[in-house]
């Protein structure tokens, strides 16, 4: 009697893992040569995380989260961030009616399914702060009234290096509310060679549709596979290496800052949802080892001499995944 039930599961499974990869199609239709950085979107939504994508201006930060949208039936909206931005302009303000002599709540952008906050670093740090309580609690409270935000929620945001003009870093503590870490890089030449050959081709940033970005997946497609990602298991050799991995860069001399538990929790949740879009229902050491650098580089923070050495936060983690035994 329980085969048909256990036939039925792996069906709901196949079907949540094949909309997921519709998923990525669909923005490749938009994005060349980005793989990495869809790939980690799609484990952001499997994780209900939040996402930060870092690089120079013109690598398609903003293009790759809007063709997340255009490929998603949810309701998306978008923030630039400006020095002038408020918080009351991200989250909301009470608004006073003459009519009726009270104060109504008019929502601000972030009462949406995916907020795309572009340039997040260009605004101050006390605008940046009107997401914290968002990102982490799903809900924003104004006027002492906590309002719950819509499921699902995710945060995309953009930035440039800060070594860039007119940028404000963001706080350690915000930065810890983002599961990823993404750096969007500069194509290679023959994605270069691909992307102009699409814009000759008449290819329309502005006009997703036109490419052929269509929505193949919804909030009931997201929920199957977070629920297929819920039964991925995890053994206790696995929890025991990636806590061992986060403790390392507690002890590293190159480190002030190394990863908190909750830096844990998000690594051990990225490697399971990873093991899950690659077909399996257990997570390997691998799917560690793959999501590390992502799930770990903004968690961490480096001494100073260390930085005048050329000392980057990824070659501090692949050291210690170098050096960490790996369970067998």
């Known amino acids: 009697m329980s085969a048909p039930i256990a036939d039925s599961a792996g069906n709901a499974d196949t079907a949540a893992r094949s909309s997921l990869e519709a998923l990525r199609t669909e923005i490749a239709k938009a994005v060349v040569g980005q793989d990495p950085a869809v790939t980690g979107l799609v484990v952001a939504l499997l994780c209900r995380g939040h996402v ?20 998603l039936e949810l309701d998306t909206k978008r923030v630039q961030f400006t020095p002038d931005l408020m918080p009351s302009d991200v989250t909301g303000s009470l608004v006073y009616d003459a009519r009726t002599a009270e104060f109504s709540f008019q929502p601000g ?18 605008t940046q702060a009107s997401l914290l309580e968002a990102m982490e609690e799903r809900q924003v409270t104004v006027d002492g009234k906590p309002r ?7 945060v995309a945001a953009t930035q440039n290096p800060v070594e860039y003009e007119g940028t ?21 030449r023959q994605d270069e060679i691909a992307v102009l050959t699409r814009h ?19 909030p009931a497609d997201l929920e199957a596979a977070r629920i297929s990602v819920a039964k991925t298991s995890v053994s206790p050799e696995i929890t025991g290496y990636v806590v061992d991995l986060c403790r390392a860069t507690r002890e590293s001399p190159s480190l002030t800052l190394g990863v908190s538990p909750r830096g844990a929790t998000a690594l051990l949740s990225t490697a399971r949802a990873w093991a899950w879009l690659t077909g399996r229902d257990y997570v390997t ?13 903004h968690r961490v923070q480096l001494r100073p ?4 050495e050329g000392v980057t936060a990824d070659s501090v983690i692949s050291a210690i995944l ?3 035994p790996v369970p067998r």
């Open 52 to 71: 930060l994508l870092e690089g120079v201006p013109g690598v398609a930060k903003t293009l790759l989260v809007r063709a997340l949208s255009a490929a």
């Open 109 to 126: 952008p972030v009462f949406t399914n995916l907020l795309l906050a572009d340039e997040i670093n260009r605004t101050p740090p006390k």
């Open 148 to 154: 719950p935000l819509p499921e699902p929620f995710l």
């Open 168 to 188: 404000y870093p963001l706080p350690e503590a915000q930065l810890d509310r983002f599961l990823l870490k993404l750096n969007v890089a500069l194509p290679s």
């Open 200 to 218: 000759a081709d008449g290819f329309n940033p502005r006009d997703l549709q036109a490419a052929g970005a269509q929505p193949v997946a919804g």
């Open 285 to 297: 050491p691998d799917d560690v080892k793959a999501l590390a650098l992502p799930t770990l580089r």
């Open 305 to 308: 001499e260390a930085e005048m």
């Open 322 to 324: 170098a050096n960490v």
